[in-house]
């Protein structure tokens, strides 16, 4: 049999080792991996899109991953298979990554019903890694009924999530102050749900008096596409406490998106994103790998270097070069 078939008829199966190579693949950027990446990924289109897709942002201490820990384990409890995509920070420098996610979510880590992939963002935009929305598309097709994506937590660039998932979920400190938080109002205005962390022992007033000061805020800022304005709750994951709340509410706001047609609606809007996005890097890939340009960029580079073409100059010769069959210019 064809090893790609085997491997996907293992996936199917709910095999997580045969998931994790699944996923490899397609984050492959070589040349001869593009092809059976795509195949994969369209095999395993059909299977899914019955999952609830849960983004989840915040910034770097705000408690993400040991939230994703109680909460997941808190899924699984009510006989759901939960999927974690973690993307990692990236060097810009050398790609590399830090991607421990993995063991700060303990308790999830060991179940039979979780799968947890770290992903490094490798200098892409937005949030999320450049493949996030076909690693949604195996673990679903792998049976995973619950997907989790844990965005890199840089703050306002965090929007990408929104194109992915069905609900999100924006985690705050309580007393952080806007400058460490990093996050305003464009964050704010993509969150279904908003929970503060941490609030457990003397930080649970505070926790009180934050939820009381943003409620007020949120009133101001336009609804989301469903009608709703984001939903404000106290979660401590290290003493449980607010955990199983939030979960209900997020079933409960998934249930109302479905019974009204507004989830369906969304997704629709998300592929043609997704196909724009497509289209794009495809487009970026056809430069990278088209041999008229091989030479001209290597130079154009030097001469902007020097100071000698300006860098819209130089970007007008390489679209003029790569432009085919008479296309007229925009």
């Given at each position: 049999?064809?090893?790609?078939?085997?491997?996907?008829?293992?996936?199917?199966?709910?095999?997580?080792?045969?998931?994790?190579?699944?996923?490899?693949?397609?984050?492959?950027?070589?040349?001869?991996?593009?092809?059976?990446?795509?195949?994969?990924?369209?095999?395993?289109?059909?299977?899914?899109?019955?999952?609830?897709?849960?983004?989840?942002?915040?910034?770097?201490?705000?408690?993400?991953?040991?939230?994703?820990?109680?909460?997941?384990?808190?899924?699984?409890?009510?006989?759901?298979?939960?999927?974690?995509?973690?993307?990692?920070?990236?060097?810009?420098?050398?790609?590399?990554?830090?991607?421990?996610?993995?063991?700060?979510?303990?308790?999830l880590a060991v179940?039979?019903?979780?799968?947890?992939?770290?992903?490094?963002?490798?200098?892409?935009?937005?949030?999320?890694?450049?493949?996030?929305?076909?690693?949604?598309?195996?673990?679903?097709?792998?049976?995973?009924?619950?997907?989790?994506?844990?965005?890199?937590?840089?703050?306002?660039?965090?929007?990408?999530?929104?194109?992915?998932?069905?609900?999100?979920?924006?985690?705050?400190?309580?007393?952080?102050?806007?400058?460490?938080?990093?996050?305003?109002?464009?964050?704010?205005?993509?969150?279904?749900?908003?929970?503060?962390?941490?609030?457990?022992?003397?930080?649970?007033?505070?926790?009180?008096?934050?939820?009381?000061?943003?409620?007020?805020?949120?009133?101001?800022?336009?609804?989301?596409?469903?009608?709703?304005?984001?939903?404000?709750?106290?979660?401590?994951?290290?003493?449980?406490?607010?955990?199983?709340?939030?979960?209900?509410?997020?079933?409960?706001?998934?249930?109302?998106?479905?019974?009204?047609?507004?989830?369906?609606?969304?997704?629709?809007?998300?592929?043609?994103?997704?196909?724009?996005?497509?289209?794009?890097?495809?487009?970026?890939?056809?430069?990278?790998?088209?041999?008229?340009?091989?030479?001209?960029?290597?130079?154009?580079?030097?001469?902007?270097?020097?100071?000698?073409?300006?860098?819209?100059?130089?970007?007008?010769?390489?679209?003029a070069l790569f432009?085919?069959?008479?296309?007229?210019?925009?």
């Amino acid at each position: 049999m064809d090893p790609d078939l085997s491997l996907f008829h293992a996936l199917r199966e709910g095999d997580r080792s045969a998931l994790g190579r699944g996923i490899t693949l397609i984050e492959s950027e070589r040349e001869s991996d593009l092809l059976r990446a795509r195949v994969l990924v369209e095999r395993c289109l059909p299977h899914g899109g019955r999952s609830l897709r849960l983004g989840i942002t915040g910034i770097p201490g705000v408690g993400k991953s040991t939230l994703i820990d109680a909460l997941g384990t808190w899924m699984i409890d009510k006989r759901h298979r939960v999927a974690v995509l973690a993307i990692d920070p990236s060097s810009a420098r050398t790609g590399g990554s830090i991607l421990g996610d993995k063991t700060r979510m303990e308790r999830l880590a060991v179940k039979d019903a979780a799968f947890i992939r770290p992903t490094p963002a490798a200098g892409n935009l937005g949030g999320v890694a450049r493949r996030t929305r076909e690693s949604i598309a195996l673990c679903e097709a792998a049976g995973y009924d619950r997907i989790i994506v844990e965005t890199v937590g840089t703050g306002q660039s965090e929007l990408d999530v929104d194109h992915l998932t069905d609900l999100n979920l924006l985690l705050l400190i309580a007393g952080a102050g806007d400058e460490l938080q990093g996050i305003k109002r464009g964050i704010m205005e993509v969150a279904d749900v908003i929970a503060f962390t941490k609030a457990e022992g003397d930080a649970r007033m505070r926790a009180e008096a934050a939820r009381r000061d943003l409620r007020s805020a949120i009133s101001l800022l336009p609804l989301r596409p469903s009608g709703r304005s984001a939903e404000l709750l106290l979660t401590s994951a290290i003493s449980g406490e607010g955990i199983a709340e939030l979960g209900d509410r997020i079933e409960l706001l998934r249930a109302a998106d479905h019974a009204s047609g507004y989830q369906e609606e969304h997704r629709r809007a998300q592929n043609l994103h997704w196909m724009d996005q497509a289209v794009l890097h495809g487009l970026r890939d056809l430069l990278k790998h088209d041999p008229r340009l091989t030479k001209l960029i290597p130079a154009l580079h030097a001469e902007v270097l020097a100071g000698a073409k300006s860098p819209f100059a130089a970007a007008d010769e390489i679209l003029a070069l790569f432009r085919t069959d008479g296309a007229p210019r925009p």
